[in-house]
């Protein structure tokens, strides 16, 4: 989906000739300066990797680029090719004119200190889950970690995929509904090279894993209530509305999540699931279920935790 907009701003020199452009900004530092002003004066929303006009500039420019974000600063003073500067020039414009998503444009997003391929098959990986594998899932596996996870409603399969470059004994199975997210999901597996560990399963939610249980379940499942699906910025329309709305509340597939994912957990199993701002829905919904809410160093909200026993406490709320 491209939505055009007009932006058009008095100061914004995004209409200058690319000739014109190229002339006058040479170094990596121009362009960086030169990218920021546009977006600051585009008013655009960031929440996909980045959170301010300066951020998204350096994210843009580096991946035009092809270097990574920690590249020693005396970069800065490079002159680029003009193909280099035609090319951020050519980016900065979309990026302002369609409010596609960065990761988008550069076909590459990074979760949990790893690169993964995305496009707009797929939702763009931005969970603070990533925390929780960076450490382990230590706080439910402090001896030692799970054998076997679930990345339900993977997309991209980021949460899965990360899970097993971080538990290196792990096997995984990435599960979605979606064949066109799952063919993201697979690219990713061959680009990590985890395809002896992890595998793409068709699900609809547990439907496709009939038999089977996990000493971990991780879910970032659609959650978006309709209310906050109507009011989203534009960059977020470019995503796929599967991979977001899930009915009135935004409870539609966590209410089958909780219904359902007690058989296909391990007696000491847990349950990890994000619903982001519906948690105020959960709690209505289920107000007898003391759900543990995490809290994150970076930021975030709305990621719950239950263990199979409770599961089973609370299987009559769930029905």
Do not use: K
């Not at 209409?15 to 990596?28: D, I, K, P, R």
């Not at 414009?93 to 998503?101: C, F, I, K, S, W």
């Not at 219904?259 to 959960?282: C, K, M, P």
Request: hydrophobic letters at 45%; aromatic letters at 8%; one cysteine or more.
């Amino acid at each position: 989906m491209t939505t055009h907009l007009n932006v058009e701003h008095p100061h914004s020199t995004l209409s200058l000739s690319e000739s014109l452009l190229v002339s006058q900004l040479f170094t990596l530092r121009d362009y960086l300066r030169w990218v920021s002003s546009e977006f600051y004066l585009a008013g655009l929303h960031y929440g996909h990797g980045t959170d301010s006009a300066w951020d998204e500039a350096v994210a843009l420019c580096l991946g035009a680029l092809h270097l990574p974000w920690n590249i020693d600063p005396s970069v800065l003073e490079a002159r680029l090719l003009p193909v280099e500067r035609q090319r951020i020039i050519a980016l900065a414009r979309e990026r302002v004119t369609t409010r596609r998503p960065l990761p988008y444009l550069l076909g590459e997003s990074f979760f949990a200190g790893h690169p993964f391929s995305v496009d707009e098959r797929v939702l763009i990986p931005r969970s603070p889950i990533a925390e929780l594998i960076e450490d382990g899932f230590a706080a439910w596996f402090p001896e030692e970690p799970p054998a076997s996870v679930l990345d339900l409603c993977t997309g991209s399969g980021c949460i899965g995929i990360a899970t097993a470059l971080y538990l290196p004994t792990c096997e995984v199975a990435l599960a979605d509904v979606s064949q066109d997210a799952l063919a993201v999901a697979r690219q990713n597996i061959t680009r990590h090279d985890v395809g002896d560990r992890v595998r793409a399963v068709e699900s609809d939610v547990f439907s496709g894993l009939e038999g089977r249980r996990f000493d971990l379940i991780v879910s970032n499942p659609p959650y978006v209530d309709a209310r906050d699906l109507a009011t989203m910025p534009a960059e977020f329309r470019h995503e796929p509305s599967l991979a977001l709305g899930a009915g009135s509340d935004g409870l539609d597939i966590v209410r089958r999540i909780l219904r359902e994912a007690r058989e296909h957990l391990t007696d000491e199993g847990w349950l990890i699931v994000e619903v982001g701002n519906s948690d105020r829905h959960v709690e209505a919904a289920f107000p007898d279920v003391a759900f543990l809410w995490l809290e994150f160093e970076r930021g975030g909200q709305g990621v719950f935790a239950l263990s199979a026993a409770e599961l089973d406490a609370h299987a009559a709320s769930f029905v």
